[in-house]
């Protein structure tokens, strides 16, 4: 590593060392997903309908941050893979709702032995992990509330 201080070294770069970092995690989970039959996004789906079960599609879009239109692969596979149902809402026929499967429920007991594991393979203390987390979401919250 250079010690030049030039602003536009790739190693001088947030959005690199956020994008690098994103890329060595989702491997990571990878690894621990793929005995689940499980896909990153999937898991992100997932965690988020085990937090709370039968929500729309575009509340589970905006969540992660995603267009629905985005998602709408990943939730097919996820029903074809008998994981969740999509189901037309009550009240708005246009709307989706997401439910999760006896089988996707199940799923909830092991991811957390995954989550156990993720976190022991970063090699730091909980305390510094969850820091790091509140960090990068304050981060977030700032760009998203900033305008170009």
Known sequence: MTTDHNPLLLEQQLCF???STSLAMTQVYKGYLAP???T???YLVLLILWE???IGL???ASRLGQQSGALT???????DEQLIRRERSRDDERALQIRLTEQGKVLRTRALEVNR????QCGAPTQDLLALKDQL???RHSLNDSTI
């Open 17 to 19: 060392s956020l994008y």
């Open 36 to 38: 689940l039959g499980l």
């Open 40 to 42: 990153y996004p999937q």
């Open 52 to 54: 709370e079960d039968g």
């Open 58 to 60: 575009k509340t589970i």
């Open 73 to 79: 692969p990943v939730i097919k596979r996820m029903e």
């Open 117 to 120: 594991c993720v976190f022991e």
């Open 137 to 139: 979401d304050r981060l």
